[in-house]
């Protein structure tokens, strides 16, 4: 089993920042890419940040020169480093990774997991 757990959220006023982490525990033989995903209420759920196992880093435009993506791959860990952050940031912010995980010593089974999310409010 492995298992997505996600903290760091809470509420903070424009302008301020948080760091999210999510760590990902379990049956890891090694992990593709992370990354970070929201909803707001009545909106899909969107893609933040994605990060790849090399490093290579998508972000989307509502978000660049604010949100920073990194990972630490000893540690099976993404971050979200978020700064500047306004009232339309405010969501669940969900952690998202495609891991790899031994079925037998033949086989290995790929799965998307996602984590349970993390409330972000953004608000004075």
């Known amino acids: 089993q492995v298992q997505l757990v996600e903290s760091g959220g809470g509420l903070v006023q424009p302008g301020e920042s948080l760091r999210l982490s999510c760590a990902a525990s379990?049956?890891?033989?090694?992990?593709?890419?992370m990354g970070w995903y929201r909803q707001a209420p009545g909106k899909e759920r969107a893609l933040v940040a994605r990060?790849?196992?090399?490093?290579?880093?998508t972000t989307a435009d509502s978000v660049k020169g604010r949100f920073t993506i990194s990972r630490d791959n000893p540690k099976n860990t993404v971050y979200l480093q978020m700064n500047s952050l306004k009232p339309e940031d405010t969501a669940v912010y969900y952690c998202?990774?495609?891991?790899?995980?031994?079925?037998?010593?033949?086989?290995?089974?790929?799965?998307?997991?996602w984590g349970k999310g993390t409330l972000v409010t953004v608000s004075s």
């Open positions: 998202n990774a495609e891991i790899a995980s031994a079925i037998n010593i033949f086989t290995t089974s790929t799965i998307n997991y």
């Open positions: 379990g049956s890891i033989n090694y992990i593709n890419d």
């Open positions: 990060i790849t196992s090399g490093g290579s880093t």
